[in-house]
């Protein structure tokens, strides 16, 4: 027998059956429910875009131990959904990561009742749905860093931004290989500005990049420049954005025109103890 098809048509209008409790059946070593929402405007018709995912650990591009399921009302086509839900995945899941790791059972799901009535639309590319994109962007980088900002261990936020790559995949690449780096997500739970262990995940990443030309700046602070640690530089104020919460690095290779955004955690000893106890 179907164990999960065969209770669906029984749990339609119960009311324990709401988003909150599907988002909360989902977790495992998640500490809270994720949820977003937006609405959008195709032709003129108010349409609305819902979700909610799981995961805390084992989190890598590729989406890895992750499940997402998102729906919208609007009226669009199979094939219209999945190409914009491929290009908003690229943006979102598959710009976070919590350990560099990934699993076999990641899955996001972009389901259409086409209730809202909608003027029908086929074409990804159309004017008509560029509203309709923004807002499922929004809804997928919402989901996505709500499952960073849950990180097994994390107590920091971090956002990573690199510009000025050959290209927008070197920059996605160099990005990762920060945000995946213990010497880096180590140093940001000690509230340490190392800039050099930044410096040392681009150059392990494969990618062109010249050291002399290699900017980086941690809190709106430019710490280092030409290769060198900026002169006069006042740690002060980078000190005190170390011990919030909301970690921006800025890293700008000064060679091209790729440009990246992607998001991470700190490594803490949380994590250790959440997987050394782990037992399947």
């Known amino acids: 027998p179907d164990l999960i098809a065969r209770p669906l048509p029984g749990l339609a209008g119960r009311p324990d059956a709401g988003w909150e409790a599907a988002a ?118 919402e989901l996505a860093q709500l499952i960073v900002r849950d990180g097994e261990g994390a107590t920091k936020f971090v956002t990573i931004r690199v510009d000025g790559a050959e290209s927008d995949r070197a920059a996605k690449r160099i990005g990762l290989c920060i945000a995946n780096s213990p010497l880096v997500k180590t140093a940001i739970a000690g509230e340490d500005a190392n800039w050099g262990r930044i410096v040392m995940a681009i150059g392990k990443a494969g990618e062109r990049a010249d050291r002399d030309l290699i900017r980086i700046a941690i809190g709106g602070v430019l710490i280092c420049a030409d290769g060198m640690q900026v002169p006069g530089y006042d740690e002060a104020p980078v000190a005190a954005h170390m011990k919030g919460q909301e970690i921006d690095i800025r890293v700008d290779l000064g060679i091209g025109q790729g440009a990246a955004t992607v998001w991470t955690c700190d490594l803490t000893h949380g994590y250790i103890d959440i997987n050394g106890s782990y037992r399947s």
Request: charged share 20%; aromatic share 6%.
């Open 24 to 141: 909360r059946a989902i977790m495992t070593t998640d500490t809270f429910p994720k949820g977003a929402w937006r609405r959008a405007r195709i032709g003129g018709t108010e349409v609305v875009i819902a979700g909610f995912c799981k995961g805390s650990g084992m989190i890598a591009p590729d989406m890895a131990t992750m499940l997402g399921f998102v729906f919208t009302d609007a009226a669009l086509p199979a094939a219209t959904l999945q190409a914009l839900l491929s290009e908003s995945t690229e943006r979102s899941f598959n710009s976070v990561t919590v350990d560099g790791d990934t699993s076999t059972s990641d899955t996001v799901l972009l389901a259409a009742t086409g209730k809202a009535g909608n003027p029908p639309v086929s074409d990804p590319a159309d004017p008509e749905l560029a509203g309709f994109a923004r807002a499922l962007d929004d809804v997928m980088v």
